[in-house]
């Protein structure tokens, strides 16, 4: 194994090892200031980050407004008090070791408000802002208002270029580093574009290869690349290392943090990371953000794939083969289907699912109606977690704060289950992310007879090459 040296990152020398930003209070100032201590760049969540009471109890985030407006200025206030929390833990406990980085969303709702506000209330605590989930083209204008270094994540080079030529050329002297999140094994929500294939990976070393040539071409060869996404253990990535070809390469963790002593999420999800095997992470296409996200393939997912499968496609008068009519809802308002369909429908309703619930697509979906109350509830109180949501129609840009489109019933509510499953939910009906390498926790020999480490003991085994 290659001797791992540090690199120049964010104006200081750091050992090329960081912590993957893991949003809603996964990514916590404790696991990132441990992670800074050990003398990496511990990542902390600026996605609604818990905040605490005097007694040290998390603050659940509960909502009081009458409007999804009053309930998203709600949303804005806890993630900006959220961020000033984590940042100070992860500054005392990093003891000036290392980076502090703030991993923050562009499409979350709120964003720039959020980061802003936590970046004022933080000053001096916070080295670096990472960011990624759409095209964060003010990134670089934030970083330069407060001082500090700025990391667009992309997962080509053809999205860096677009980033690089509206904004971050203009302040070139922040770009810290670029972090490449590769679509196929990053855990949570990925950057496949339209062209790409969810089910036709393609090799990292190539893309990561067509990154650096862009950025070279742009002066930026000494600028670090951040592979994220399928590195587990290092000494299967030394053709990476001190290459030329590539530049100055660093590597993210973000799956494997998750089993340590400083992570929050709650003792039934490690241990069920360590029963995880082959195929068990899935890339799906059910979040409202309208990403793709990589997530363990549990119950919940398997509701949501069943729910999708319970779908006909319906017109509004009879043509071609949509001939057969069908009343929806309890008005029994006429719609037509294909005959085949129609059979289709009488067996779900036969099974319990008697409840029709319309699609921007012009389908129907058929859910129990129990799952029907919970899902027009849910989109009842929605507190534009997002810029828009696919799932409740919302829009964080007014008048009337809407997309103009149906909502879906075939997504979710992103906020509700990563809440829950962040505060000791269950971890087969939520929303469980992982990138795809994550069962190797239960071959790894690091977690044999379920040992967990604390984050300094991981940062030094990834450090000796595993």
């Known amino acids: 194994m290659k001797a791992i040296n540090a690199i ?132 670089a204008e934030i970083a330069r208002e407060f001082g500090v270094f700025y990391y667009p994540i992309v997962s080509s080079g053809r999205a860096f270029t677009a980033l690089w030529k509206r904004s971050y050329s203009k302040v070139s002297e922040l770009l810290g580093g670029v972090v490449y999140e590769d679509p196929w094994l990053a855990g949570g929500h990925n950057g496949l574009s339209n062209s790409e294939d969810p089910n036709r990976p393609e090799a990292p070393y190539d893309r990561v290869l067509k990154l650096r040539q862009q950025m070279r071409q742009f002066g930026l060869d000494d600028v670090p690349i951040i592979m994220a996404g399928g590195v587990w253990w290092l000494e299967e990535w030394e053709h990476w290392i001190d290459n030329p070809e590539l530049g100055p390469i660093a590597f993210q963790f973000g799956t494997r943090p998750l089993l340590t002593k400083e992570s929050p999420i709650s003792d039934s999800w490690k241990q069920r990371l360590l029963t995880l095997k082959p195929g068990d992470v899935l890339l799906q296409p059910f979040s409202p953000t309208g990403f793709y996200s990589s997530a363990v393939r549990n119950d919940f997912l398997r509701d949501l794939e069943a729910r999708n499968e319970r779908q006909v496609a319906i017109s509004p008068e009879p043509v071609g083969e949509h001939t057969a009519e069908y009343g929806v809802g309890p008005r029994k308002r006429l719609v037509w289907l294909a005959p085949g369909d129609l059979e289709r429908v009488h067996g779900w309703e036969a099974a319990g699912f008697t409840e029709a619930l319309r699609t921007p697509d012009n389908t ?93 003991q991981l940062v030094e085994r990834i450090m000796s090459g595993r």
């Open 8 to 139: 120049r990152m964010g104006g200081v020398d750091v050992l090329p090892v960081v912590e993957g930003g893991k949003g809603v209070a996964v990514s916590t100032g404790a696991s990132c200031g441990e992670w800074a201590g050990a003398g990496g760049v511990g990542t902390f969540s600026g996605v609604n980050a818990d905040s605490y009471d005097a007694e040290g109890q998390v603050i659940r985030q509960i909502y009081h407004g009458r409007t999804r407006r009053d309930r998203h200025e709600e949303l804005v206030e806890y993630g900006i008090s959220g961020g000033i929390t984590q940042a100070r833990e992860a500054y005392e406990r990093a003891n000036g070791q290392g980076r502090i980085h703030i991993n923050v969303l562009w499409e979350m709702g709120g964003a720039e408000r959020i980061l802003r506000g936590v970046l004022e209330g933080a000053k001096g605590l916070i080295n670096g802002v990472t960011c990624g989930a759409g095209m964060p083209y003010k990134l």
């Open 364 to 456: 129907l979906v058929f859910v129990t109606p129990e799952n029907s109350r919970e899902i027009l509830k849910d989109q009842t109180d929605c507190m534009g977690c997002l810029s828009h949501c696919r799932f409740s129609n919302w829009t964080q840009h007014g008048p009337d704060y809407t997309n103009g489109k149906k909502a879906d019933p075939r997504s979710f509510c992103i906020q509700k289950t990563l809440q829950d499953i962040a505060h000791d939910g269950e971890v087969e009906h939520n929303l469980m992310f992982a990138g795809h390498n994550a069962y190797r926790f239960g071959s790894d020999p690091f977690y044999s007879n379920g040992f967990i480490p604390t984050v300094k």
